[in-house]
């Protein structure tokens, strides 16, 4: 058994889809990826500068003193900062991927809009 597929109407495609349409333009998108990356290298500045600024990584911070509740507090320190640094790297994985996506999308040719659909002519189309 074989179907038949005719092309939508405007009316029907914009049934199926809501009516709703975005249009870019790819100089915008190529803005944007250009600032995301402008972003993205300052974080990373950033991080290094919290790092550098002190010369010890924020996760071996020594103790402020020799009690116990001195070695749990920059026990708790470390921890947090391994965990900022591992959100970070994830973080920064998906903005390089975000700005990736919106540069090759800058490329790609535009989707088509209802406007550019054709209704089906009964008549031709059977």
């Known amino acids: 058994m074989t179907s038949s597929h005719k092309p939508l109407t405007p009316q029907q495609l914009k049934s199926v889809v809501g009516g709703s349409f975005v249009m870019v333009k790819p100089e915008v998108l190529s803005a944007a990826a250009g600032n995301l990356s402008d972003v993205a290298a300052a974080l990373s500045a950033?991080?290094?500068?919290?790092?550098?600024?002190?010369?010890?990584?924020?996760?071996?911070?020594?103790?402020?003193?020799?009690?116990?509740?001195?070695?749990?507090?920059?026990?708790?320190?470390?921890?947090?900062?391994?965990m900022y640094q591992a959100v970070s790297a994830q973080a920064g994985a998906i903005h390089e991927q975000f700005v990736n996506t919106l540069s090759t999308s800058s490329g790609s040719p535009q989707p088509a809009t209802v406007a550019d659909f054709q209704p089906a002519d009964p008549k031709t189309d059977k």
């Open 46 to 82: 950033a991080n290094i500068d919290a790092v550098n600024s002190q010369g010890v990584p924020t996760t071996s911070l020594a103790p402020a003193g020799t009690d116990e509740v001195s070695a749990a507090v920059a026990a708790q320190f470390a921890a947090h900062a391994g």
